[in-house]
């Protein structure tokens, strides 16, 4: 069994649909309650017994590199005050995997952002997670397509059924069922415009062979005018194989701005310093409106 070590984050988009905020501060820093976005999907991929963090990122991203870093000054003020439940919890920040750091100088896609990691993941299996996708389940999400490429032995996508006149909005697979949650892929399209294969979307968790490096170098650009990750994962499915998996869990998406109130909301109702309040909150604003 070949273990997944490493974790590719693509994080690297201007994050336009955050403006003005996102102008000076990275969107995968912008908090859900109180913890930077990006970090639950590095917590997710450290619970998915991930050792390495490759962040794939622009310019003006350094933020993010501070933030899983040790904060000495903070660190001392907080000892000083005895405040030490905060020490420990930055402190556990900055041990949470090994990140390393790849500048993609030009926005060119997906696609192209997994290929900038091609020499710090070398030649193993590894995983990819997309900041804007939370996954929250009783299994942390990559951990589930971990195990399912252990069992097949071929690149995993994961998969969410959507509404219909929603699948214009994702990457589309469709294929023969091999198991409850497991289809082997036989068509994935990106963005269809009309006649989408099926509802399945294609949600931005991946575990992927280091033979993709090689497709993505010959990868035409797609789809708005980017090397599309979603036109390898074609050329996988046809040469090597392409599983989809129907996760266990609730996706958020982090990356639309409903959807990231929505996030809010709901990982504070999980959170039982806060359950009471929002919930008090949620009822009253409900009566007003009503």
Do not use: W
């Not at 273990?3 to 984050?9: G, T």
């Not at 990275?26 to 109180?34: G, N, Q, S, Y």
């Not at 942390?140 to 219909?164: E, F, T, W």
């Not at 959807?259 to 929002?278: F, P, T, V």
């Amino acid at each position: 069994m070949v273990p997944i070590r490493k974790c590719v984050i693509p994080a690297a988009g201007l994050g336009t649909r955050f403006l003005p905020a996102t102008k000076t501060i990275p969107k995968e820093m912008l908090p859900i309650v109180d913890k930077p976005t990006i970090q639950y999907i590095v917590e997710e991929a450290v619970a998915s017994s991930i050792f390495e963090i490759i962040l794939i990122q622009g310019r003006y991203k350094s933020a993010i590199e501070d933030h899983f870093d040790i904060a000495f000054e903070l660190e001392r003020v907080l000892e000083e005050r005895g405040k030490t439940s905060d020490h420990s919890m930055l402190r556990a920040i900055s041990t949470l995997a090994p990140l390393v750091s790849i500048r993609q100088k030009r926005p060119l896609g997906l696609g192209h952002a997994v290929l900038m990691a091609a020499s710090a993941v070398g030649n193993e299996p590894f995983a990819v997670a997309l900041g804007d996708d939370l996954i929250c389940g009783p299994i942390p999400g990559l951990r589930q397509l971990i195990d399912c490429y252990q069992r097949h032995r071929k690149a995993v996508v994961a998969l969410m059924p959507v509404p219909s006149g929603q699948t214009h909005l994702y990457g589309v697979a469709a294929g023969r069922k091999i198991g409850d949650r497991e289809t082997l892929i036989e068509e994935i399209v990106e963005k269809p415009k009309s006649n989408p294969p099926s509802n399945l979307a294609v949600i931005g968790r991946y575990v992927l062979p280091p033979s993709v490096f090689s497709i993505l170098r010959d990868t035409k650009p797609g789809v708005g005018g980017e090397i599309q990750l979603t036109d390898a994962l074609a050329q996988l499915a046809r040469t090597e194989g392409l599983i989809g998996y129907e996760f266990d869990g609730r996706r958020d998406d982090a990356g639309d701005r409903f959807g990231y109130l929505k996030a809010n909301i709901l990982y504070a109702l999980e959170r039982a310093d806060l359950r009471e309040q929002m919930l008090e909150f949620i009822q009253e604003l409900a009566k007003r409106q009503g």
